[in-house]
């Protein structure tokens, strides 16, 4: 049965749910949604005429916490607890950040390992998963004050390059915000979507997204085909944007009028005033002001001479995402304007002369990303059937391997069709047959997903163990079907199998294997842990032994007793699955049998030169 829901606010009887779409930016985010009545998507906007919230979070001294415009202010006046710029730390270990770590005015925890960094604020640690639902929850609340009615579905978008640890973050982000983010799509891709490039079902076209917001740039080459957009290259610069233009014309006034630019709440008065500068020059040719004294003033061709070397680097990065994409100009077949610093008249210039063409640009380009992302809402929520479908597998693929490990073949959210191979080898000596088990979904470990189909690839010619390759290849075709096959590559030996993977599972089945895993993901992580050092012992002792067994002449009676004690140790470290004591008696063994295995080999290696004719 399915749900009614009532509008509180019109008393009236609402049907369906309005799916937003989220742009959760770096400098700046906002929330859209496609409107019923005209159809057309739509940034919402509060009360006070704004669209953009600032992606800015402060905490007071007992962890309230206020985001956006209000928060911006508190940049100055209480810097360690406000926090900007959140989305450069989504899915980085402290390792990823610590080139960067004099951006951050707050505390970043510099624990110098590969775990996720945490920020601290007081006496409090949040993830940047944590201080980004903030933002998200703030979002949420302003449609829902907007709109008058509960908001619990969005689609976000991120960055083309974000790998599956920051896509991952984002989705977590989201969920802790009461969020059930039913996609995440690349930002680049939601930019084209909101100008309806390549909604066509039979279009094709090849387009580049240049993206110039407040403190990132990026280039994205994508191309278009029955509605499946592939990201063909990317580039750009983690740290450079509109930001950048400000420092610019800031350190220009203090250098005119001999101010200390060592003066932080000077110098941050002059970047607050040259961005109003800045964004006065797109429309106008001259600004000018008074601030603590001195008369500031810029006209367009000097603010334009001050940043010249910037936008030139942009377009550096244009030209290499093209040849990375192994295309020219004239391939390019439309070329789409986002961030807010697109409004430059130079940067829109420099961008049409380099590709030689005009520019999408009717949208307002800070909001373009959060109206392409309400166009995918649409088309998900089943209003809009005049577009494609995207469409993407619900859960990851994978087949068992040692120790009843998932290895996921194919992501979830992979777009379909897909195909993706990977090469596994046999454990024993002279083993013939392989069984393939084939399973769906985010844990671990196998047992905790769901098994779709298993077969035997038999008759693999013997070998010893390690050396026979086995190709296992996952193909998804349009219609959603599986096909696994599994080929012993030496010998050609094919074994084949079809399977429907999402048949039998209702959306709520899906979900419900996504809260599974996200819950569980921290025990998933130390039970794959052991398994794996588990794995690793197994194979040492079998090593072992058949060394102590194949050359027992070789090897001392000392070393035999000492291998036989720390093999009794190892087995009783895996018998208390203890993860770090498997790991330390496995490379004990390693040490202890290493001077004996060292020296047999030595030997086979001398007896087989001498066999060997030396002409
Ligand atoms: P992000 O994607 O990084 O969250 P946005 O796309 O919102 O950022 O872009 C923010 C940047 O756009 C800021 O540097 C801001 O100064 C700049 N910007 C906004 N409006 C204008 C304008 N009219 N002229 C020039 N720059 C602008
Ligand atoms: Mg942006």
């Not at 008249?345 to 009717?362: A, M, R, W």
């Not at 001398?606 to 066999?611: E, I, L, V, Y």
Request: glycine share 6%.
């Amino acid at each position: 049965m399915g749900k009614v829901a009532i509008n509180i606010a019109t008393g009236s009887l609402q049907t369906e749910e309005i799916i937003v779409g989220i742009d959760l930016g770096t400098t700046n985010s906002l929330i859209a949604i496609v409107r019923n009545d005209t159809r057309q998507p739509l940034a919402l906007r509060e009360t006070d005429g704004l669209t953009l919230v600032p992606s800015i979070v402060h905490f007071d001294e007992y962890g309230n916490t206020v985001v956006g415009t209000q928060a911006r202010e508190m940049l100055l006046t209480d810097p360690a607890r406000t926090i900007y710029s959140v989305k450069r730390l989504m899915g980085k270990s402290y390792k990823d950040v610590k080139d960067h770590a004099g951006f951050f005015a707050y505390n970043v925890i510099d624990d110098d390992t590969d775990s996720l960094v945490k920020i601290q604020i007081g006496d409090k640690f949040y993830s940047p998963i944590e201080l980004s639902s903030c933002i998200l929850r703030e979002l949420k609340a302003r449609a829902e004050h907007i709109l008058k009615t509960t908001i619990t579905k969005a689609v976000i978008t991120v960055p083309a390059y974000f790998n599956d640890a920051q896509r991952q973050a984002t989705r977590d982000a989201g969920r802790l915000a009461g969020l059930d983010v039913l996609r995440i799509i690349n930002e680049p891709t939601a930019a084209s979507l909101a100008y309806g490039i390549g909604a066509g079902s039979n279009e094709e076209s090849t387009i580049a997204v240049y993206d110039l917001g407040g403190g990132t740039f990026d280039i994205s080459i994508l191309s278009i085909s029955n509605g499946i957009f592939e990201v063909l290259s990317t580039n750009g610069d983690t740290y450079l944007g509109g930001d950048d233009m400000d420092r610019l014309l800031a350190e220009h006034w203090a250098n005119v009028h001999n101010a200390d630019n060592t003066n932080k709440l000077l110098m941050q008065q002059l970047r607050v005033t040259a961005e109003e500068a800045k964004k006065h020059l797109t429309t106008n040719a001259q600004f000018e002001t008074e601030v603590a004294g001195m008369k500031l003033q810029i006209d367009r061709a000097d603010f334009e001479k001050l940043i010249l070397p910037l936008v030139a680097r942009t377009i550096t990065a244009c030209a290499n995402a093209l040849s990375d994409a192994g295309l020219t100009t004239p391939q390019i077949d439309a070329v789409v304007m986002v961030g807010g610093s697109t409004r430059v008249p130079l940067v829109k210039e420099s961008v049409k002369q380099f590709f030689g063409k005009e520019v999408y640009d009717k949208l307002n380009p800070d909001e373009v990303v959060a109206l392409g992302a309400a166009v995918q809402a649409d088309i998900l929520a089943g209003k809009n059937t005049e577009m494609l479908l995207l469409d993407v597998t619900p859960l990851s693929l994978g087949i068992e391997t040692m120790g009843g490990l998932m290895d996921v073949l194919i992501p979830r959210n992979s777009k379909i069709p897909n195909k993706a191979s990977r090469q596994y080898t046999t454990q024993k000596d002279g083993q013939s047959g392989m069984r393939i088990s084939v399973y769906q979904g985010e844990r671990d470990l196998v047992k905790d997903n769901r098994k779709l189909a298993e077969f035997n690839l038999t008759g693999i010619p013997a070998m010893p163990a390690g050396l026979p390759k086995v190709e296992v290849t996952f193909l998804i075709d349009a219609d959603g079907i599986l096909r696994v096959s599994a080929t012993e590559l030496r010998s050609g030996v094919v074994q084949t199998i079809d399977v429907k993977p999402q048949y039998g599972l209702t959306d709520e089945e899906v979900e419900n294997m996504l809260l599974d895993s996200l819950t569980h993901a921290k025990e998933d992580i130390g039970v794959r842990a052991l398994v794996e050092a588990t794995t690793e012992a197994q194979q040492m002792l079998d090593t072992t032994e058949k060394f102590l067994s194949k050359y027992a002449d070789a090897i001392t009676d000392d070393e035999v007793q000492a291998t036989r004690t720390q093999i009794e140790v190892l087995n009783n470290a895996i018998a208390a699955r203890d993860k770090d004591k498997i790991q330390l008696e496995t490379e004990k063994l390693n040490e202890i049998s290493r001077p004996y295995a060292e020296r047999v080999m030595e030997g086979a290696l001398k007896d087989a030169m001498r066999g060997k004719k030396i002409l």
